[in-house]
């Protein structure tokens, strides 16, 4: 599994399994901070790199010497200390490592079960280390892996039936305790794809038309707007329109918070969902009496019947992981025979040249094309056969390698 000597394949990260959701803010990475990681990660010489950050989970998927080398580059770029990592992290090593981006990629490991965004974010991140040169071929085929697995569970499984993202959760969650929804107004603070996916999931099931945007950037809420006849207003327009609001939906990607108590002079009851990592809404909002706040962790927590039915896939999805795993860890296990038959070829060359050397001294007609033709097609067919032996011969490859080997007199570079 290693790509050097001296490097294995590690995942770290937190999750909220362990981490709530103000830890996790610590943890979080902007889009500036990741690609910073990525640099510096190419400047420390680490080969393969794939950096995720998303509202329940930062992971780092990549080679290194020791894991420490990237929970370092996380802590780096993020307001998040070792000693705090170290209290709700995991770090997963090879084919633990491996199986574990599976479980995530598919949406096993998901706050909310069967939550299919993940697998977005994970393609986007590739995107982004390929970009910078930092996807090697096992990365990349793993990443493909991933991908295979998690749109074979979608097709054939209904894992990602009912309430599948904090999203969805969100406005399940409105219709589920606010009377007259339709007649209430709602604000949208922040467009990015929670914002985006929130707006759809209200106009589709709300059949609410008081819905107001407002984000940072004023073009990205009246792209969202326009596909659904929204209202956009200006962000100096925020505490006016919080305060004209019954519900007010928080979905920014600031790293610190952007609503306070002091924004808001309204005396009727008001709803706030926030959900965003970090938090962007200030716990003091709480001291009024008439405001309600949710957060994501909040939502995540509530069952619903869907979430029952749901569960009944998790063997099949499993089934699906475990069959494209098998898939991967067997195109993994031929790689560490390639420099072995690459070793045997480069010998069998090596000794073919010597003897066309000899042979040419001595005959004077001596045929170079096609000597050299045939030489070539018998060491062809040699190093197939020893591929063939090691590809079929899984229980004792590692001993058949040695005595290749030894045989041989080779000297190759591991893979272990």
């Given at each position: 599994?290693?790509?050097?000597?001296?490097?294995?394949?590690y995942?770290i990260?937190?999750?909220?399994?362990?981490?709530?959701?103000?830890?996790?803010?610590?943890?979080?990475l902007?889009?500036?901070?990741?690609?910073?990681?990525?640099?510096?990660?190419?400047?420390?010489?680490?080969?393969?790199?794939?950096?995720?950050?998303?509202?329940?989970?930062?992971?780092?998927?990549?080679?290194?010497?020791?894991?420490?080398?990237?929970?370092?580059?996380?802590?780096?770029?993020?307001?998040?200390?070792?000693?705090?990592?170290?209290?709700?992290?995991?770090?997963?090593?090879?084919k633990?490592a491996i199986?574990?981006?599976?479980?995530?990629?598919?949406?096993?490991?998901?706050?909310?079960?069967?939550?299919?965004?993940?697998?977005?974010?994970?393609?986007?991140?590739?995107?982004?280390?390929?970009?910078?040169?930092?996807?090697?071929?096992?990365?990349?085929?793993?990443?493909n892996?991933?991908i295979?697995?998690?749109?074979?569970?979608?097709t054939?499984?209904?894992?990602?039936?009912?309430?599948?993202?904090?999203?969805?959760?969100?406005?399940?969650?409105?219709?589920?305790?606010?009377?007259?929804?339709?007649?209430?107004?709602?604000?949208?603070?922040?467009?990015?794809?929670i914002?985006r996916n929130?707006?759809?999931?209200l106009?589709?099931?709300?059949?609410?038309?008081?819905?107001?945007?407002?984000?940072?950037?004023?073009?990205?809420?009246?792209e969202?707007?326009?596909?659904?006849?929204?209202?956009?207003?200006?962000?100096?327009?925020?505490?006016?329109?919080?305060?004209?609001?019954d519900i007010?939906?928080?979905?920014?990607?600031?790293?610190?918070?952007?609503?306070?108590?002091?924004?808001?002079?309204?005396?009727?009851?008001?709803?706030?969902?926030?959900?965003?990592?970090?938090?962007?809404?200030?716990e003091?909002?709480?001291?009024?009496?008439?405001?309600?706040l949710?957060?994501?962790?909040?939502?995540?927590?509530?069952?619903?019947?869907?979430?029952?039915?749901?569960?009944?896939?998790?063997?099949?999805?499993?089934?699906?992981?475990?069959?494209?795993?098998?898939?991967?860890?067997?195109?993994?296990?031929?790689?560490?025979?390639?420099p072995?038959?690459?070793?045997?070829?480069?010998?069998?060359?090596?000794?073919?040249?010597?003897?066309?050397?000899?042979q040419r001294?001595?005959?004077?007609d001596?045929?170079?094309?096609?000597?050299?033709?045939?030489?070539?097609?018998?060491?062809?067919?040699?190093?197939?056969?020893?591929?063939?032996?090691?590809?079929?011969?899984?229980s004792?490859?590692?001993?058949?390698?040695?005595?290749?080997?030894?045989?041989?007199?080779?000297e190759?570079?591991?893979?272990?």
């Amino acid at each position: 599994m290693q790509q050097q000597k001296s490097t294995h394949f590690y995942t770290i990260g937190l999750s909220y399994l362990k981490a709530d959701a103000e830890v996790r803010g610590h943890f979080s990475l902007s889009d500036t901070a990741k690609n910073n990681l990525l640099l510096q990660a190419k400047d420390s010489g680490i080969e393969s790199l794939v950096v995720i950050s998303t509202c329940n989970r930062t992971e780092l998927y990549g080679f290194a010497e020791h894991p420490y080398q990237l929970i370092h580059l996380l802590c780096e770029n993020t307001k998040g200390t070792v000693e705090e990592f170290q209290e709700v992290a995991y770090v997963y090593k090879n084919k633990e490592a491996i199986n574990h981006i599976f479980r995530v990629g598919s949406g096993l490991d998901s706050q909310i079960l069967g939550d299919f965004e993940i697998i977005s974010q994970i393609k986007v991140s590739a995107r982004q280390s390929k970009k910078q040169g930092l996807l090697n071929s096992f990365t990349e085929r793993l990443i493909n892996s991933v991908i295979q697995a998690s749109k074979r569970i979608k097709t054939e499984t209904e894992l990602s039936s009912g309430a599948t993202s904090v999203s969805f959760a969100s406005v399940q969650y409105i219709m589920n305790n606010v009377q007259d929804i339709a007649d209430k107004n709602i604000l949208l603070f922040g467009t990015g794809k929670i914002g985006r996916n929130t707006c759809e999931n209200l106009v589709k099931h709300t059949k609410n038309s008081h819905i107001t945007l407002i984000n940072r950037t004023k073009t990205k809420a009246e792209e969202v707007a326009g596909k659904f006849n929204l209202i956009v207003k200006d962000y100096v327009e925020l505490q006016s329109e919080i305060n004209n609001s019954d519900i007010v939906i928080v979905a920014t990607g600031a790293q610190d918070p952007t609503v306070f108590k002091n924004l808001i002079s309204t005396n009727r009851p008001l709803l706030i969902l926030d959900l965003s990592i970090p938090k962007n809404v200030n716990e003091d909002v709480k001291d009024l009496q008439n405001v309600s706040l949710v957060h994501m962790d909040d939502l995540a927590r509530i069952t619903d019947d869907t979430l029952v039915k749901r569960k009944a896939y998790i063997p099949q999805a499993e089934s699906i992981i475990s069959e494209i795993m098998g898939e991967f860890n067997a195109w993994l296990d031929t790689l560490k025979f390639v420099p072995t038959i690459q070793a045997i070829k480069h010998k069998l060359t090596h000794l073919k040249n010597s003897e066309l050397n000899s042979q040419r001294k001595k005959i004077a007609d001596f045929n170079e094309d096609q000597a050299e033709l045939i030489s070539n097609n018998i060491i062809q067919k040699i190093t197939n056969q020893f591929a063939h032996h090691l590809r079929e011969d899984n229980s004792s490859s590692d001993e058949s390698i040695e005595l290749i080997k030894k045989i041989f007199q080779l000297e190759t570079t591991d893979n272990v």
